[in-house]
């Protein structure tokens, strides 16, 4: 992996637990761009519970490519106003 490139995750079936208000918009899957080079299950389940406030019962995580940091510093991917 270069210097700027870090994991892009793809997080699949994601079991949350169902006693949520509006469980039917919480997302099934969902790809990362993770700001780390290395990552962890641990890590990662973390986020995705902090990210949508809520707990999950299972999901799995594989690294399925890398993403470039085109090192704007208005959006952790880069974007195309650089």
Do not use: R
């Amino acid at each position: 992996m270069k210097e700027n490139e870090f994991p892009l995750l793809k997080i699949t079936n994601i079991n949350w637990d169902p006693d949520h208000e509006e469980f039917e918009k919480l997302p099934k899957k969902l790809e990362l761009k993770w700001d780390k080079k290395n990552w962890t299950f641990d890590e990662v389940s973390n986020w995705v519970s902090k990210q949508f406030d809520w707990i999950f019962d299972s999901l799995n995580i594989n690294q399925v490519g890398v993403w470039e940091d085109s090192g704007c510093s208005c959006c952790a991917g880069g974007c195309s106003c650089c």
